[in-house]
């Protein structure tokens, strides 16, 4: 009896070839595991597909409940932007998905997992590095890192075994899709001169096309996570699809980003992601109001390396617990409503509000109720600047270039 490979399959092109290509040169069983994480997609469609070109079962999980509350809101509560940039909507999906593919594999029986990435990209790491920490005795297999096709090489292939072609390979650009964003990256995109064309956006109006009039929204956080909209209680996943929706509308949510993919390449990839682009600057928002300075601070170095360890597969990671169980403690009072004005591509915070604020109007004032004690401020300031004081007058000062040199030190010589 032949053995079964589990193939997380999405319906494309490659994932497709995929499932001859696996029967023809591994004489497996392929069972297609498609996973719902909020791309639109017509899934039985899908599942239908699957069985037509050879799949000896086709399964659809949806993953959009787990995706949210496992990786989303954490990355959310952590801030993490890749880059500073790429709300890393793609990648956070991966390890959900290793974990599937993992699961199922093992309830099938079947002794390999399979997927449609190339050697060349993030994600065949993350896949590769979920499986092998999850499941370490299961065989990897990537079709398409092993085949050696060129996509025309791949479309005929597709032609003499009747896989149907669907009608986006007409399309120059590689897609991904899910609640968190959409990345797009290929065709005239490769040219980093080169303005995307309209035509790449399906999800963000374009700024100068959106609505003449700004709408307002109101976002409410639980402990970092939003909880409502416009003071309305709304699970993750609608509360996401709301975002994207309101958001792209107004064109909010476009990022181009020249990114440093893990295997040591520069590659161009557009983002949109109006959601995501809302919800960390509204979350954001609220934190800089409840935490304090040096909570905001450290908490930065913690986004970067939380986004840095999503980005390069290692979800699975004791440091993801680690970082994760600094950012959840970091989130007990983040808790309150952000307003936000949507505009013609940009959105703005108008307002926040936490039972929990550090934010003290009679600290803050400048009128009547002021209770800060301005006269504290002279010591204060004696005893600061003392250090930089004391080192100016012995070195500075002192310097026999003169106390013109205080204005920075002077261009080396040529030559
Ligand atoms: N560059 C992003 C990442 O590595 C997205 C990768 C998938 N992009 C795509 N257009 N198919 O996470």
Redesign the pocket.
Known sequence: MPDKVVLAYSGGLDTSVAIKWLKETYSVDVIALTIDVGNERDFSAVQQKALKVGAVKALVIDGKELFVKYFIFPALQANALYEGQ?P?A??LSRPLMAKLLVDVTLAEGASAVAHGCTGK???QVRFDVSVNVLAPDLKIIAPAREWGMTREKTINYAQRHGIPIPVTVSSPY???ENLWGR???CGVLEDPWAEPPEEVFTWTKSPGQAPDKPDYVEIGFEKGIPTTIDGQELDGVTLIQHLNELAGKHGVGRIDHI?D?LVGIK?R?IYEAPAATVLLQAHQALEAMTLSKDQLRFKQKVAMEYADLI?NGLWFSQLNRDLSAYVLSSQRYVTGAVRLKLFKGSSTIVGRKSPHSLYCLSLATYDKGDIFDQSASVGFIHLWGLPVKTQAQVQLLGDKEGPLSIMGPKEPEEG
Do not use: M, P, Q
Request: aromatic share 12%; hydrophobic share 20%.
């Open positions: 790429y890393l793609t990648a990209g993030n994600d590689s897609i991904d990345s797009i990256e990114e993919r590659s990839e980005y």
